[in-house]
């Protein structure tokens, strides 16, 4: 029995021996690498910004599990974090990486740090409304570096500054009318993003509408006046200046309806120029024409008796020539009665005793001349008994005869559209007599008005101007309207003819 004990205490002694002889001490060694603004920290390790204590070595018996280190991350610059690791034996979550050392060798962790804040970013000051441009104030910042703002509109990006957002104009000029979200977005070097707050911005392209008052094409005053409508609700304010055909000049304010005057210190081709804005800079430009013409039109007696001639009874006739680089017209006035239109040439029967006649020649800025004679008509010869009377001297000339009847008028309106009818509508009336009178227009919420002149029978052309309330009519309607023109002309004798023509204006 005794033998036997011995023999397994000394069994166990050889199985004790055998296991040390068979274990193994082992070394390992974990390092770790940092990139970026942060630091790893663990038992034996500090690395990263400014610490080098990058790597830990262990050693112990191979016959027993492998020692373990947990990393944690720390940043060392505010915004950063830890975004990812290389080399972890296990990640729990982002700030713990665990490592088993490796049996030997190196077992090296990568660990990753960067930027992790988005930008601040805020639309600090905009307008309601913009047009082609659209003007913002954005302040925008971040931990690190603001690499760009982009300028949004419905979510869609129209634009990027990389620089200067406080005071940004961007092109906003394919951006349809209406009411639109307008936001900005500012990135860093990482790509994170923020976005402002959205506001609702007006976006209008619409130029204003002018009209001008009915502006003179010549004229021949010192200081010539204009004025212009704007029938729109889009219009917030003009600049106006009277300049040199081809010259530049500052404009300077005016409103419409107002009269718009400059002096015009010499005769030429002069502008009229009026530049109405909206309240996003949305510019409408009207440049008229004018000509200042201060100079008479030159004219003389062709025909006719001389001044202060004595002269028989019977048909007396003048006759003149006049020339003017403008259109030239004529009102001939005989013995101070109301003026007429005439041509060249003005023919009458005065009766006897003293008279004048007078022939005012007109151009188109206002110059006038005025040519003028004197004369005697002879009492008529006493017809002797059993003479003949002759024309017009008893009961069987012309004297007796009373002429009743009324002069045969017509009315004719060539084709024309709305925007031409802005600025005259024009229209053709015929008399086959001399004759005098007006001619009205009405429809569709429209009124023209005229008179005419007719010395002799023929057609007189004319043009008859709107008013501004008719002018703003007009900027209204949408459908060709119906108008209704009536003449009523007078001959000399005071018989009366009249005309009624229905016509309609292309749009």
């Given at each position: 029995?005794?033998?036997?004990?011995?023999?397994?205490?000394?069994?166990?002694?050889?199985?004790?021996?055998?296991?040390?002889?068979?274990?193994?001490?082992?070394?390992?060694?974990?390092?770790?690498?940092?990139?970026?603004?942060?630091?790893?920290?663990?038992?034996?390790?500090?690395?990263?910004?400014?610490?080098?204590?990058?790597?830990?070595?262990?050693?112990?018996?191979?016959?027993?599990?492998?020692?373990?280190?947990?990393?944690?991350?720390?940043?060392?610059?505010?915004?950063?974090?830890i975004t990812s690791w290389s080399g972890c034996s296990s990640l729990p979550h982002m700030n713990d990486c665990r490592v088993s050392f490796p049996a030997s060798g190196t077992r090296i962790v990568h660990a990753y740090f960067f930027d992790v804040a988005s930008p601040v970013v805020r639309i600090a000051g905009y307008s309601d409304w913009a047009g082609d441009q659209m003007n913002l104030n954005v302040e925008a910042s971040d931990n690190e570096t603001v690499t760009k703002v982009e300028y949004l509109v419905d979510d869609e990006v129209i634009a990027t500054r990389t620089g200067d957002y406080f005071n940004s104009e961007i092109d906003t000029s394919e951006v349809p009318e209406g009411t639109h979200m307008v936001k900005v977005r500012a990135w860093d070097g990482n790509q994170n993003s923020a976005d402002s707050i959205a506001y609702g911005i007006n976006f209008d392209h619409t130029k204003p509408e002018v009209l001008l008052d009915s502006p003179a094409e010549f004229t021949n005053e010192d200081s010539p006046g204009f004025s212009f409508d704007a029938p729109g609700e889009d219009y917030w304010w003009a600049d106006c200046a009277i300049r040199k055909a081809g010259e530049t000049k500052e404009l300077t304010g005016c409103g419409y309806g107002e009269p718009y005057s400059e002096a015009v210190p010499e005769e030429g081709h002069w502008e009229f120029v009026v530049e109405a804005s909206d309240r996003v800079g949305n510019k409408t430009t009207v440049v008229h024409d004018f000509l200042v013409d201060r100079t008479a039109p030159e004219a003389s007696f062709s025909a006719g008796p001389p001044d202060g001639s004595l002269l028989e009874p019977g048909e007396v006739k003048f006759a003149w020539s006049a020339s003017d680089r403008l259109e030239l017209t004529g009102l001939c006035r005989w013995d101070g009665?109301?003026?007429?239109?005439?041509?060249?040439?003005?023919?009458?029967?005065?009766?006897?005793?003293?008279?004048?006649?007078?022939?005012?020649?007109?151009?188109?800025?206002?110059?006038?001349?005025?040519?003028?004679?004197?004369?005697?008509?002879?009492?008529?010869?006493?017809?002797?008994?059993?003479q003949d009377p002759g024309p017009g001297d008893g009961p069987g000339g012309n004297a007796g005869n009373v002429d009743r009847k009324s002069p045969g008028v017509r009315i004719a309106a060539p084709r024309q559209s709305l925007k031409s009818l802005r600025r005259a509508l024009k229209l053709r009336v015929a008399c086959d007599e001399g004759c005098s009178g007006s001619v009205v227009v009405r429809g569709s919420g429209l009124k023209f008005s005229g008179r005419i002149h007719l010395m002799n029978a023929g057609v007189a052309k004319l043009k008859l101007r709107p008013t501004a309330k008719v002018r703003r009519s007009l900027a209204s309607l949408n459908a060709r309207p119906s108008l209704i023109a009536k003449a009523r002309l007078k001959d000399e004798s005071g018989n009366t003819g009249r005309a009624t023509l229905k016509f309609r204006v292309a749009l």
């Open positions: 029995m005794k033998k036997i004990l011995i023999t397994a205490a000394a069994l166990v002694a050889f199985l004790f021996v055998t296991q040390q002889a068979q274990a193994a001490q082992v070394t390992g060694e974990v390092k770790v690498v940092v990139y970026g603004n942060g630091k790893l920290f663990s038992n034996g390790i500090e690395c990263g910004y400014g610490s080098t204590d990058c790597s830990e070595s262990m050693t112990w018996d191979d016959s027993g599990p492998a020692p373990s280190l947990s990393i944690y991350p720390h940043p060392t610059k505010a915004g950063w974090g009665a109301e003026a007429s239109p005439c041509d060249a040439t003005s023919t009458a029967r005065p009766a006897a005793g003293q008279h004048k006649f007078e022939v005012t020649i007109t151009d188109q800025a206002g110059n006038t001349t005025t040519l003028s004679r004197s004369f005697t008509v002879k009492e008529p010869a006493v017809p002797q008994p059993g």
